[in-house]
Structure formats: structure tokens, C-alpha cells
């Protein structure tokens, strides 16, 4: 697939609010390095702003994801444990492919409240779409019955969210390896589902 101007645009600035921090970063930056002219608009043509090339990205981290993960295909699976590493794999290689934008967002997101509320609503957008519909399912599997589905949800995938910000600070994640801890975390919850024990 051809890159578009905007995401040529979009991956320069990542780039370089990486490198040299998002406030140190200018537009006139990012449009030399795009090889536009500088102050021309030919950064203001893709993005009214620096923040709204975060906003955008995360949104497309968010839409990405959905569009590659359909929750009848992880049901059909009628494997709590196959639908679990499904869901996990998915979050990591998203998560993989957009580590720059998240590192950045980690670091500046507390400066930049428009970021903090971009964060939520891809986050809402993306538990409303995948996990929360999936966990249902899964829970009416299982027997379960609970009104804390997205409760539910933080604590089964939280694990797979830090394993992931473990990753973006550049830790090993405790020397462990995407299987090793995917299938260690997968066993566990998939025993939970199975066992019918009360929520």
C-alpha cells in the first residue's frame, strides 16, 4: 500500500518528537524533514497541530486494531484459551507497531490534557468494540453471570498491559518472553472460565 502525504508526515513527526521531544519539535521541523517548505502549510494542509498528530494516531492505533480483530472470529474459536492469546497477540503487535507514538504519549501525555482525553476515548472505543463483547460471550460460556464486565476485563488483560509498558520502557518484562508469559497468563484465565466457580 502507497503512504499517503499524511502518513509520511505522521511518521516524520513521530520520529522526531522521539528524538527530540514533543514541546523541542516545531512544525517547521517536521516539514523540512518532510521535505516540504517550511511555513508554507504543508504540514497545516494533514494536521491542524502537533497534538492533533497525536490524537490522530492513536485514534488510528485504535481503528487498526478493531478493524483487525473481529470478536466472531475470536469467539468461534470456543477455546477460552485460544480466544485469550488471540485477543493478547493482537494488543502486542499493535502495541509493537505504535511503540513510538505510546512512548511519547507516556512521556508527554501528562503535560497535554487533549492527549489524556484522546487516550480514554481510544481506550473506551476499543474495550466497547473487542474485549468487553468478547468477555460477555465468554462469561455466558462459561455460566457466569456478572455487572462488572469491564471490571472484569482491567483484571484479566491488566496483566497483558503491563507486560506491554514494560516492553515501551525498554524493560525485559522480568527476562520473560511473549510466549512464555502469554501462555503461563492464558492457562490461568482459561482454567477461571472453565472452572464455573462464582465471579
Request: glycine share 8%; aromatic share 8%; net charge negative.
Amino acid at each position: 500500500m502507497t503512504k499517503t502525504s499524511q502518513d509520511q508526515i505522521f511518521e516524520i513527526a513521530i520520529h522526531l518528537f522521539s528524538e527530540r521531544g514533543f514541546r523541542e519539535t516545531t512544525v517547521g521541523d517536521i516539514e523540512r524533514a518532510a521535505g516540504l517548505t517550511p511555513r508554507a502549510g504543508g504540514f497545516y494542509r494533514h494536521f491542524s497541530s502537533k497534538e492533533e498528530v497525536l490524537v490522530k494516531g492513536l485514534r488510528r492505533m485504535s481503528d487498526e486494531m478493531i478493524e483487525e480483530l473481529h470478536i466472531e472470529d475470536v469467539a468461534a474459536l470456543g477455546n477460552p484459551r485460544a480466544e485469550l492469546l488471540m485477543i493478547a497477540k493482537s494488543l502486542i503487535k499493535h502495541a509493537e507497531v505504535y511503540r513510538p507514538l505510546r512512548v511519547i504519549l507516556q512521556r508527554e501525555a501528562h503535560t497535554l490534557p487533549i492527549l489524556q482525553d484522546a487516550a480514554r476515548q481510544a481506550n473506551a472505543h476499543l474495550a466497547a468494540m473487542d474485549v468487553v463483547p468478547w468477555l460477555e460471550h465468554a462469561l455466558r460460556r462459561a455460566g457466569r453471570t456478572t455487572h462488572n464486565v469491564r471490571e472484569i476485563g482491567l483484571i484479566v488483560f491488566g496483566p497483558v498491559l503491563v507486560y506491554i509498558l514494560a516492553i515501551d520502557r525498554g524493560d525485559a518484562a522480568f527476562g520473560l518472553k511473549d510466549e512464555t508469559f502469554l501462555e503461563a497468563w492464558a492457562e490461568h484465565w482459561a482454567a477461571w472460565f472453565e472452572s464455573g466457580a462464582g465471579v
